[in-house]
């Protein structure tokens, strides 16, 4: 079953995002450096699932992009799956359109694919599985 594993959202500072979630009593875990992808990620647990923040560390970054055209906010909608590999091949067999067909490694070892909003209802949705045992 697929579930909400997390919600990214784009910000200027993460210091300051941070803060903001903490003064919700909010605790922040799990900072770090994604390079190939140009930002510095934050996740927050929310009940079962989290809030990723997301801060450019580049001016050419997706998010920097984002923030740019459309200020900060609400980046994209993560879905767990069980099989990544099984669920793109068969979204590619269908036609849908992804932004990349290469699964890519992200924040914590997870794996990850993102579908282009055009297939999504508008929106930028990111299907992720966790990062294979023993690793």
């Known amino acids: 079953m697929n579930t909400i594993d997390h919600l990214g959202i784009a910000v200027k ?3 300051h995002a941070k803060r903001f979630y ?3 009593g909010m605790k922040v875990v799990g900072e770090e450096l994604v390079e190939h992808e140009g ?3 934050a996740m927050v647990p929310a009940g079962e699932s989290r809030i990723e923040l997301l801060e450019a560390t580049s001016a ?3 998010i920097a992009r984002f923030i740019a055209k459309r200020g900060e906010g609400l980046h994209h909608v993560a879905l767990a799956v069980e099989d990544l590999s099984a669920t793109v091949e068969e979204l590619k067999k269908n036609g849908t359109r992804l932004i990349s067909d290469e699964i890519k490694v992200g924040a914590g070892g997870h794996l990850y694919v993102f579908v282009h909003p055009s297939a999504a209802g508008g929106v930028l949705l990111e299907l992720c599985e ?3 045992k023993g690793v």
């Open 13 to 15: 500072s993460l210091a």
């Open 22 to 24: 903490e003064r919700l």
């Open 39 to 41: 930002v510095r990620v």
């Open 60 to 62: 050419d970054s997706p």
């Open 130 to 132: 966790d990062p294979p």
